[in-house]
C-alpha cells in the first residue's frame, strides 16, 4: 500500500476537502468528530469499507484519553471476577490481533506478577483465574501470542523481582498481557486510515451540527483553529467519538437524547527504570483499584487512581496527593521505598464512564458491557465508553449502526489490515544489524526505532542519508536522534512543539525537566519543516515552557480544585473555541479572549 505522510500541507487538503462538501457533490459519507482512538479506528474502519471519509480533532491526535492510558493492551483480568466472560475473550482476541496481525511493531509482549500472600488457597485461586484467561485467549481462532502462565515459588519471583519485598507474597503467579505506545497507536491509526483515502484534520473544532427542519443531522460546522475559519460540512452521517466530550458534542444537534458519561481520573507517575530491580511487571490490588508497576523502556510506569473528576475537560493534572497515594501503595510490596524525589514525570487521564441507560428518545444497541452506542437523532451516531484495547470492535460497531442494513453489505474488514510499518516488519527486523552498523546506531537504540516506527524505518533512514547529523542523539534527549524530531512533522503531523514534546515523543513525563533543556535543539530542527520565522519559534517556545511550569505547580497542590487554577494559567498553543452559543463568529480567532474557554471541545 502507498504509506501517505501526515504533514501541514496534508491537513490543507483535508480542510479543502471538507469545504467542498458543502458544494454539489462533494458530501461525505462519515465524518468523524474526536481523534482519539476511537474516532481514529471509525475513520480507517469506514474508509476500508469504501466509504468517503474525514475524521477532525480539535486538538492533537490522542491528546485526551487516548494519550495519557496505562499503555496496556490487555484482556481485562479483573472482568473474570465478575464472570464475564465474552468481554474478556473480546479484548483477548482483539490483544492478539494487534500482537501478530495489525501492529506487531507498537504492541509488544510485557509479564506480570500477580504476588500470592497464601500459598494454597490463593494460589488455587488466582491459578485458576489467570488459566482460564489463557485458555480464552487460546480459544480466539488465532495462534498463541502469548506464553502460558507460570507458578513461581517466592524464590522464583525474587530472581525475577529482586526488589519486590520478601514479606510481600509467598509465591506468585507469572502472566502475560502486552504494552503499547497509545499515542503512537492513535497517529498511526489516523496515518493508516489517510493511506487508504482519509481525510484528517487535527486542531479543527465542530462547533455547530447542521440539522434539517425535523431536527436530522446532515452534517457539522467545524472552525480550523490555526485560522479561525469556518468551514460548513455536509455528511450522510456524523459519528461522535469524542470521550469525556460526548454530551457537550451530542448537545450541538439541538435534541435533548443521546448517551450519558461522566468522567473519571486516573494518574500514572514515571520512575527510573535503575530505582527499581525488576524484569517484569506486578499486577496488585488495592482498596480503591488495581495498581500495575509496568516495565517501560527506559522507566517504570505506576498506576492508577479513579477518583471522580468534576472540573474542566482538557487538562487534569496529578495532585500531590495523588502522586503520594500511588506512591503509597507501591511502597507496600517494595522493598526500597519510592520517594517523590524518585519521580521524573506524571500523567492524569480522564475515563468515558458510560452510565446506565440513554436519554430519553434515543435509538440505541448495547452491544458490550463496556461501550454503547447510540442515536439521539437521525444522521447523528454517539458511541461511549470502551477502552482501548478493543477500539477496533467499538469502530466497527459504530459504523454498522451508523450504515444500519447497509452494514451486511459493506463488513468491516480492519481484521485483516495490518497498519502502516506492520506490512514488512520481518524483513526489516532482519536487515537491522546491517542498519545499525551504518548509522552507528547500537542494540537499544535500534529496538527502540523499531518498536516506532517499524518497516517506516526506511523513512528515517532516508532523511539521515539526506543529513547525516540526523542519525545522531539530541543533546539533551539522547533518547531520540534528531531524525525522530523532524519526522514528527514531516510524517506525523505535528504542528506544534507541543506536540512532539507530548505525544510525538514522551520527553514531557521521561524527564524530569519535561524536555525543557532539548526545547532550543528540537526548535531548531522543527523550524524549517513547519515554516517558523524567529517570532513563532520563541513564542513556541514559551508556549511550552509555561505548560511545563504550570503542570509542576499543580502537581504539588493538594486537591483537583486548586490543581486545576494552577494548570490552567498557562494558555493552549491553539486555544478551543467556547461552545453553546447558537453560532460561532467566522471572525473569531484562536487565542483572542473569546477563543479561551475551557467549556469541552467537540473533536476531541
Not at 466472560?85 to 509482549?109: N, Q
Not at 502469548?146 to 509467598?170: C, N, S, W, Y
Not at 499543580?554 to 478551543?576: C, F, T
Request: aromatic content about 4%.
Amino acid at each position: 500500500m502507498r504509506t501517505a505522510p501526515l504533514t501541514a500541507q496534508a491537513r490543507q487538503d483535508a480542510l479543502a476537502a471538507l469545504r467542498r462538501s458543502s458544494e454539489g457533490g462533494g458530501e461525505l459519507d462519515v465524518l468523524v468528530v474526536g481523534g482519539g482512538v476511537t474516532g481514529a479506528g471509525i475513520a480507517l474502519d469506514a474508509v476500508t469499507r469504501g466509504l468517503s471519509t474525514a475524521v477532525v480533532e480539535a486538538q492533537d491526535w490522542a491528546s485526551g484519553t487516548s494519550s495519557r492510558s496505562s499503555k496496556l493492551v490487555h484482556g481485562g483480568l479483573r472482568y473474570l471476577q465478575m464472570l464475564d466472560f465474552h468481554l474478556v475473550r473480546e479484548a483477548l482476541t482483539e490483544r492478539d490481533l494487534l500482537i501478530t496481525r495489525i501492529a506487531p511493531h507498537l504492541v509488544k509482549p510485557v509479564s506480570f506478577l500477580y504476588p500470592l500472600e497464601n500459598r494454597v488457597w490463593e494460589r488455587a485461586y488466582v491459578g485458576a483465574g489467570v488459566a482460564l484467561y489463557d485458555t480464552l485467549a487460546s480459544v480466539s481462532g488465532t495462534r498463541r501470542a502469548m506464553p502460558i502462565h507460570q507458578h513461581l515459588t517466592r524464590k522464583g519471583m525474587e530472581r525475577l523481582f529482586p526488589d519486590l519485598r520478601h514479606d510481600a507474597a509467598v509465591g506468585a503467579v507469572r502472566y502475560w498481557d502486552a504494552s503499547v505506545d497509545d499515542a503512537r497507536l492513535v497517529e498511526t491509526l489516523v496515518r493508516t486510515a489517510v493511506s487508504y483515502g482519509a481525510h484528517a484534520a487535527s486542531r479543527t473544532q465542530v462547533v455547530g451540527l447542521e440539522t434539517t427542519a425535523g431536527g436530522a443531522v446532515t452534517g457539522a460546522r467545524v472552525q480550523d483553529l490555526e485560522t479561525g475559519e469556518v468551514i460548513p460540512v455536509r455528511a450522510r452521517q456524523v459519528i461522535n467519538a469524542t470521550g469525556v466530550w460526548t454530551e457537550q458534542t451530542e448537545s450541538l444537534a439541538g435534541s435533548e437524547g443521546g448517551l450519558r458519561v461522566l468522567a473519571s481520573k486516573g494518574i500514572h507517575i514515571v520512575v527510573p527504570r535503575q530505582r527499581i530491580e525488576g524484569n517484569t511487571g506486578l499486577i496488585l490490588q488495592t482498596e480503591k483499584s488495581v495498581l500495575f508497576i509496568i516495565p517501560w523502556s527506559r522507566y517504570w510506569v505506576i498506576g492508577t487512581t479513579d477518583t471522580p473528576w468534576e472540573q474542566e475537560l482538557t487538562h487534569p493534572v496529578a495532585t500531590s496527593a495523588d502522586i503520594d497515594y500511588v506512591i503509597d501503595h507501591a511502597n507496600q510490596v517494595l522493598s526500597r521505598p519510592l520517594t517523590r524525589d524518585d519521580v521524573i514525570g506524571t500523567w492524569a487521564g480522564l475515563r468515558p464512564l458510560l452510565q446506565p441507560g440513554t436519554k430519553e428518545g434515543t435509538s440505541s444497541a448495547k452491544v458490550s458491557r463496556e461501550h454503547t452506542v447510540a442515536s439521539p437523532t437521525p444522521g447523528l451516531t454517539v458511541i461511549a465508553g470502551g477502552k482501548l484495547t478493543t477500539y477496533r470492535v467499538m469502530a466497527k460497531d459504530a459504523v454498522d449502526f451508523a450504515l444500519g442494513s447497509r452494514a451486511t453489505t459493506l463488513p468491516s474488514i480492519t481484521h485483516e489490515v495490518p497498519l502502516v510499518g506492520a506490512e514488512g516488519l520481518r524483513v526489516v527486523q532482519r536487515q537491522s544489524r546491517a542498519i545499525a552498523a551504518r548509522y552507528g546506531w547500537d542494540r537499544p537504540r535500534m529496538d527502540h526505532l523499531l518498536h516506532r516506527y517499524g518497516s517506516l524505518l526506511q523513512e528515517l533512514t532516508d532523511l539521515c542519508d539526506e543529513r547525516p547529523e540526523l542519525a545522531r542523539p539530541l543533546q539533551h534527549a539522547p533518547a531520540y536522534i534528531g531524525a525522530e524530531i523532524v519526522y514528527a512533522a514531516s510524517h506525523e503531523g505535528a504542528l506544534h512543539l507541543d506536540d512532539v514534546m507530548m505525544h510525538r515523543t514522551r520527553l514531557n513525563y521521561e524527564q524530569s525537566d519535561k524536555g525543557v533543556g532539548a526545547l532550543d535543539e528540537i526548535a531548531d530542527l522543527l523550524a524549517p519543516v513547519l515554516g517558523w520565522d524567529d517570532a513563532t519559534r520563541r513564542r513556541e517556545i514559551e508556549a511550552y515552557v509555561a505548560r511545563a511550569e504550570a503542570e509542576d505547580a499543580a502537581a504539588a497542590e493538594p486537591d483537583d480544585a486548586s490543581a486545576e487554577r494552577v494548570r490552567l494559567r498557562a494558555a493552549d498553543v491553539a486555544p478551543l473555541v467556547p461552545l453553546g452559543d447558537d453560532d460561532v463568529d467566522p471572525g473569531t480567532k484562536p487565542g483572542s479572549p473569546a477563543g479561551r474557554g475551557t467549556s469541552g471541545p467537540a473533536g476531541t
